[in-house]
């Protein structure tokens, strides 16, 4: 089965809300990458987060690998935010495990 | 932030035909990667590299070569494109922040086998 499960697949959100992704893992995942695919298919680096979280400008992310699971919280969604966004764990090797991506929509 | 170029991106190949891909970091990282993305399948690693000289078969090798020439420089080589390969290729560089490795990709190549 799948190693990296990101839910929801797909979103729409009107500008100006509040939302929240996660990922969740089956491997003992020690860092976590997030990644915003744009329409124009560029993979953007957000986070890198080894446990604990980040926060920058209207995005913020945890991990907690006890738990095993990642989120990635949207506050104040603007169209710019639209797009893909991808997680993917690294147990320390050269192997990273990709979720399938949440496909983000914000609505003027 | 890591620089990592990719060429061509975009590139139109006859079934069996050779295509090469090439990638370029400028961050002096170790690792390299190529990967592809397919809808349906998320992004698969094809092979990766420690080093100037190493090349690693990732998920799905088959059908395609590597080549680490130097720390700067990834190549995806594929010696006879199927229709099978259509797809986008990302490259990527990487390093090991002490907990666990990073990834850095480039742009993207499109590459469509007809």
């Known amino acids: 089965g799948d190693k990296v499960k990101q839910s929801p697949s797909a979103l729409s959100l009107q500008e100006g809300t509040n939302s929240a992704l996660r990922c969740n893992f089956s491997?003992?995942?020690?860092?976590v990458q997030w990644f915003l695919q744009n329409p124009r298919g560029s993979l953007i680096n957000l986070f890198y987060l080894v446990p604990g979280t980040k926060e920058n400008g209207r995005l913020k992310s945890a991990f907690d690998s006890k738990e095993s699971y990642s989120t990635l919280h949207i506050r104040d969604a603007q169209l710019e935010d639209s797009g893909t966004y991808f997680c993917a764990a690294n147990t320390g090797y050269q192997n990273f495990y990709f979720g399938k991506g949440t496909s983000l929509t914000v609505i003027p | 932030e890591a620089a990592v170029t990719q060429s061509p991106r975009n590139k139109v190949a006859v079934t069996g035909g050779k295509v090469t891909l090439s990638c370029n970091q400028t961050?002096?990282?170790?690792?390299m990667y190529w990967y592809r993305q397919d809808t349906g399948h998320g992004l698969r690693l094809i092979h990766y590299s420690y080093g100037a000289g190493s090349t690693e078969k990732g998920d799905i090798p088959d059908g395609y070569k590597a080549s680490r020439p130097s720390q700067e420089n990834f190549s995806l080589i594929l010696e006879l494109a199927t229709p099978s390969q259509t797809s986008v290729y990302f490259c990527?560089?990487?390093?090991?922040?002490?907990?666990?490795?990073?990834?850095?990709f480039g742009e993207g190549s499109r590459l469509i086998v007809v």
């Open positions: 491997i003992a995942a020690t860092t």
């Open positions: 990527a560089s990487g390093v090991d922040r002490g907990a666990g490795n990073t990834l850095y």
């Open positions: 961050n002096n990282h170790n690792n």
